[in-house]
């Protein structure tokens, strides 16, 4: 998988995509927004595979509206004065899309393909507006990094925005299941978007510092050691995705596959971590015979049809 692309590369996909606008704007959209998908997280694309396809799409338009941020922080070669004023038309054009009432108006308006159909997802599953802005105020932190205290430091003031509210996202996508209610999906996608995160801050604790960040809390540091404070935040992500497991019929039950294999391949990212005792030294990352194995074995028909493009 390309992990990333350049600011050329976004800048011809989106000429494609108005080109190939022709009155079907969202299938096209959708199309798009699965080519980031696929080139960015291979992990993610296998498990959103067995999502029924309408959900899929609304997920792969999602993705799409939280890369495209982060590669401005992360990736595109701008200062922090450019990065900073990117994010902030793009917020612009986030609540302007919303005012708007179908992708075709806010393409032909100016507002960006991505925000053209992750808007038209957010109106239509009806996910609160100020969720966005949340995961853009984290985003506009990892421009100008700060040290986080303690665990709890860290999820109020990064982990929410980053990750908790992108469940939150996907929880209105997902639905909810019989006799659940929208809180109860809240709580169980908060603590599997918290795991997921904390299992990528321990993968990527040497990258993180080329950049001048440390999202590991900087009391375990100081007291015990980076591999130590690496070691807490892996147990305490293995809790939740044990908790997020135990708790997913809170999701429509079209949906508990794909949640079920998106915590397993995780999970065994975070054991690789564990039982690595939290070397830093090594990005950590799980072969794709051990993800096929906690993928569902009795829909493994889906994936070729999937590297063929066709859902």
């Known amino acids: 998988m390309n992990a990333s692309w350049t600011m050329q590369r976004w800048s011809a996909l989106d000429q494609r995509v108005l080109r190939a606008s022709d009155g079907s704007e969202l299938p096209c959209l959708c199309r798009s927004a699965r080519t ?14 067995f999502l029924p396809a309408h959900k899929r799409e609304r997920v792969e338009l999602i993705y799409a509206a939280v890369r495209y941020p ?23 054009s ?17 507002v960006p393909w991505i925000l053209a159909g992750f808007t038209e997802v957010v109106r239509e599953c009806d996910i609160p507006a100020e969720h966005y802005h949340a995961f853009l105020d984290a ?5 100008e990094p700060r040290v986080f205290r303690d665990l709890d430091d860290l999820i109020e003031r990064y982990i929410y925005g980053s990750a908790v509210v ?36 321990c993968r990527d604790v040497t990258e993180d510092r080329t950049r001048g960040r440390l999202y590991i809390p900087i009391d375990v540091v100081r007291a015990r050691g980076l591999e130590e404070a690496v070691m807490e935040l892996a147990r305490d992500a293995e809790k939740r ?5 135990d708790s997913l019929g809170v999701f429509a039950e ?12 995780y999970r065994l990212l975070n054991r690789r971590i564990l039982q690595a005792r939290g070397d830093t030294r090594i990005r950590h990352s ?26």
């Not at 985003?139 to 421009?143: A, T």
């Not at 079209?254 to 391949?265: L, N, Y």
């Not at 051990?290 to 063929?308: N, T, V």
């Open 241 to 245: 995705y044990r908790k997020a497991a």
């Open 36 to 49: 980031v998908l696929r080139s960015f997280s291979s992990s993610f694309f296998l498990v959103t595979r």
């Open 94 to 110: 986030y609540d302007r899309g919303l005012a708007m009432a179908d992708p075709g108006t806010r393409l032909g308006a100016g």
């Open 139 to 143: 985003m506009r932190q990892d421009i």
């Open 70 to 92: 982060d590669e401005i922080v992360d990736t595109f070669p701008l200062s922090s004065e450019e990065k900073h004023r990117a994010l902030r038309t793009w917020q612009e």
């Open 286 to 311: 799980v072969p794709a015979a051990e993800k096929f194995s906690a993928l569902p074995p009795g829909k493994y028909w889906r994936l070729p049809l999937a590297y063929l493009g066709a859902i």
């Open 254 to 265: 079209d949906t508990r596959p794909a949640i079920r294999a998106c915590i397993d391949v």
């Open 166 to 201: 992108v469940g939150y996202f996907l929880a209105h996508v997902y639905g909810t299941g019989s006799g659940a209610a929208m809180a109860d999906a809240y709580a169980c996608s908060a603590n599997l978007g918290i795991a997921l995160q904390l299992t990528n801050f």
